[in-house]
């Protein structure tokens, strides 16, 4: 499900993006409330007032209020709905534990997948009910139109939660917990290279996405790339792509485009009699490929694909629960939203106080290494005790070790597939 | 790697533009409006094949690499692509009492209806005429030519309906009637020729040359609802600049067109491949401008020649 759906949200995030360039500022939200199911009174009263940026008092008292922006409606619903279900996950096993005694409550807001929707979001959010985290947005042109508009040059944290633009790289202040496609190509390079292969011909998909991973490849391949060429999308015709890998001479083959421009590439390929090793970013994946290519003609083609971390305790219990309560199987969208609401959850617990500053100084902290490893909200607690330090605990969550870097970018959690009898088999995880 | 593998290349992707080329610019010349729906006619030829192709995909014998069901899949398409044509044109063009712009607008909305109905029966991913694919032909590798039997299928039945279409234009009844109501409809119409008629015969035929090389293009690559809209742009090209209006002016401009496009990876690299130019010389620009390429040539022979290459000649 969430290979079919990868291609759209390219395409989706492409056009939010372009959206972004028409921010307007000001505008007052005309969106509902979206009141979350877990929201209760249990401290007793004066939710609104804990909101404050100024709130000092750390001690009992109502609930924490941060906000959410999320594409509820619109173009990229799709992954809005998923994010809506891992917050509901992760609000319930926050609350359960209770941030010393305090619970933590969210208040969404709709972006519509729209950029100048998601910055008014923002603003009610920043302004009117003065959280100091914001969780938001999916589209990397949605999350960048907040943080441009909205939080920068403020002490307000954003967590990104779905974007994966490599664009974000470049703004430090904006985190997000979906990595960055460029963690792809690196990983590509270092398959590629380790398989003994020192000349690569790449075809790209000539736009933002193909452009990004294409350039990241660049810089991380030591070997020689004997053919480097864009192609555009929906194309009749793909034979001087395929003519010209083989003549490039390379026995190592990367496509760094959509599902059925590769499919059509890799038809051409099979009935030119090219033989080949292929690899492939995300996005040349799914069960379209296999169904529409001639069995074995893809044999030995390795993938890689973000992921959650499948192998982990937490994750499979994350899994379950999800299934359990929505009857369907997770998808990483959903798991990188529950990791953003536990990490926002273990940024207030070892804050000084409820401020954007003070959660600015603790939110990269708890997730990073040499603290004790903690895999559940519960068990960061449990390590933290009353006033733990944010650099005591190292939360490894369910979408895999996040650990921001510098940039405020997560370490990516990537999946190795080979096919083999033309079917996609796991053969390793990669983090980093 | 051989100029040949290129020329081969380019001479099955040719054969399918000059299929619908010819279709765009037949209707074009009677119906007198660039029908922009073209693109999308041959969408629907292809998906009518795919199902048909379902049902008699096993019918035995094999021609060229293809199952004997693929031919009765694309007579199929070819009559569904002409059928939705023909009601198309009762239901929506000729009702309508509006100009050629008006219908050239018409038929974008046309387009999108087809596209879209296709998108709700078979949902807006690709898919394949459940063919195996074919590997070269050992016979031609030496000369560093590869194709399959399956391109050569291609070009052959491309041959077969331009060659059916020369002889009715030429030598039918029928022909002489579409070419003299093409010429001048009032002359024709007051000579006896129930010119009504002759428009929908050119809707049929036009319409089903644009099913046949939908269904081509189906083989070629892939099936999806976008597929022909994809393509249309390059038609458009290759019947400009064969002379719109001209059907073997298409043809032309169809076969200049996909050559054009299908050679361009050569161009970086002339030197090398042609005689008497230095080795060192090449047009340094890279495939994903194909069609720019094709379509600066066509504004370069209209500047020349503004008709286009077969302008002034009767169909």
């Known amino acids: ?432 | 790697m051989s100029v040949l593998e290129f020329l081969a290349n380019g001479l099955v992707f040719s054969s399918i533009i000059v299929l619908s080329s010819i279709g765009l610019s037949l209707v074009y010349s009677i119906a007198d409006f660039a029908n922009f729906a073209h693109g999308d006619t041959m969408t629907v030829g292809a998906y009518a094949a795919l199902v048909t192709f379902g049902f008699v995909g096993a019918l035995g014998g094999e021609v060229l690499g293809l199952p004997l069901g693929f031919f009765v899949a694309l007579a199929v398409g070819v009559a569904v692509a002409a059928v939705v044509a023909v009601v198309t044109h009762k239901l929506v063009y000729e009702p309508l009492d509006v100009d050629s712009i008006g219908l050239l607008i018409t038929s974008i909305g046309v387009a999108f209806v087809y596209r879209a109905v296709i998108q709700l029966g078979f949902g807006t991913g690709f898919i394949e005429f459940e063919i195996t694919l074919l590997r070269p032909i050992e016979a031609l590798l030496p000369y560093g030519i590869r194709m399959t039997m399956h391109d050569v299928a291609i070009v052959a039945s491309a041959a077969v309906l331009v060659a059916g279409l020369h002889t009715l234009l030429q030598y039918t009844d029928l022909g002489r009637k579409m070419r003299a109501t093409a010429d001048n409809p009032s002359l024709a119409r007051v000579s006896g020729i129930r010119t009504g008629r002759i428009e929908l015969w050119t809707w049929i035929i036009g319409a089903g040359l644009a099913g046949a090389g939908g269904v081509f293009l189906g083989l070629y690559n892939n099936i999806s609802p976008r597929m022909g809209f994809n393509i249309l742009l390059v038609v458009f090209a290759a019947v400009i600049l064969g002379g719109i209006g001209s059907v073997y002016g298409a043809m032309a401009g169809g076969f200049l067109i996909g050559m054009i496009n299908q050679l361009t990876p050569l161009l970086p690299r002339l030197g090398q491949e042609l005689p008497l130019i230095p080795e060192s010389f090449g047009i340094p620009i890279g495939i994903e401008y194909a069609n720019a390429i094709a379509f600066l040539i066509m504004v370069a022979v209209l500047l020349l020649r503004p008709s286009g290459i077969a302008g002034e000649e009767a169909t």
């Not at chain 1, 709709?110 to 979001?121: F, N, P, R």
């Not at chain 1, 480097?228 to 034979?239: L, R, T, V």
């Not at chain 1, 083989?246 to 421009?261: H, M």
């Not at chain 1, 292929?278 to 044999?299: H, I």
């Open chain 1, 1 to 432: 499900m969430r290979d079919d759906s990868n291609i759209g949200r390219r395409d989706l995030l492409k056009a939010t993006g372009t959206g972004a360039l028409v921010v307007t500022a000001g505008c007052v939200s005309t969106t509902d409330e979206t009141a979350t199911p877990t929201e209760t009174d249990a401290g007793g009263g004066g939710g609104d007032d804990t909101a404050t940026p100024t709130e000092t008092d750390t001690g009992g008292g109502g609930p924490y209020t941060i906000g959410m922006v999320d594409s509820v409606t619109g173009s990229l619903s799709a992954f809005g709905q998923r994010n809506q279900r891992g917050k509901d996950l992760a609000l319930a096993d926050v609350n359960e534990t209770t941030i010393n005694g305090r619970e933590l409550n969210i208040v969404v807001e709709d972006s519509e997948s729209q950029s100048q929707s998601g910055v008014s979001a923002a603003q009610k959010l920043v302004n009117q009910d003065g959280v100091p985290f914001v969780i938001g947005a999916v589209g990397s042109g949605v999350s960048l139109s907040i943080y441009e508009s909205v939080i920068q040059g403020t002490d307000v944290v954003q967590l990104s939660q779905n974007s994966t633009s490599p664009d974000l790289t470049n703004f430090p202040g904006l985190l997000r917990m979906s990595p960055t496609g460029s963690t792809q190509s690196t990983a590509l390079a270092d398959i590629i290279a380790e398989d003994g292969y020192d000349s690569v011909a790449m075809a790209w998909v000539n736009n933002d996405y193909g452009q990004g991973l294409a350039e990241t490849f660049r810089q991380e391949w030591d070997g020689e790339i004997a053919y480097d060429q864009p192609h555009d999308q929906g194309q009749s015709s793909y034979s001087s792509t395929v003519s010209g890998m083989a003549n490039s001479g390379a026995d190592a083959w990367l496509f760094i485009t959509y599902q059925p421009e590769f499919t059509a590439m890799a038809q051409e390929a099979y009935s030119n009699g090219y033989e080949a090793q292929f690899y492939g970013a995300d996005s040349v994946q799914g069960s379209d490929v296999l169904g529409n290519t001639p069995e074995g003609s893809l044999d030995g083609m390795k993938v890689v694909v973000p992921s959650a971390a499948v192998d982990q305790e937490n994750y499979q219990n994350f899994e379950s629960e999800f299934e359990s309560e929505y009857g369907d199987s997770p998808t990483s969208w959903s798991a990188f939203a529950y990791d953003c609401v536990v990490t926002a959850a273990l940024a207030i617990a070892t804050a000084d106080e409820f401020t954007g500053a003070a959660l600015q100084e603790t939110v990269r902290d708890v997730t990073r290494p040499e603290g004790q490893e903690v895999f559940t909200f519960a068990e960061a607690m449990d390590v933290l005790g009353e006033d733990g330090d944010p650099s005591d605990v190292d939360y490894q969550g369910v979408s895999g070790p996040i650990d921001f870097d510098e940039n405020g970018d997560p370490v990516g959690f990537l999946q190795i597939l080979t096919v083999e009898n033309h079917e996609y088999t796991q053969t390793g995880t990669i983090a980093g």
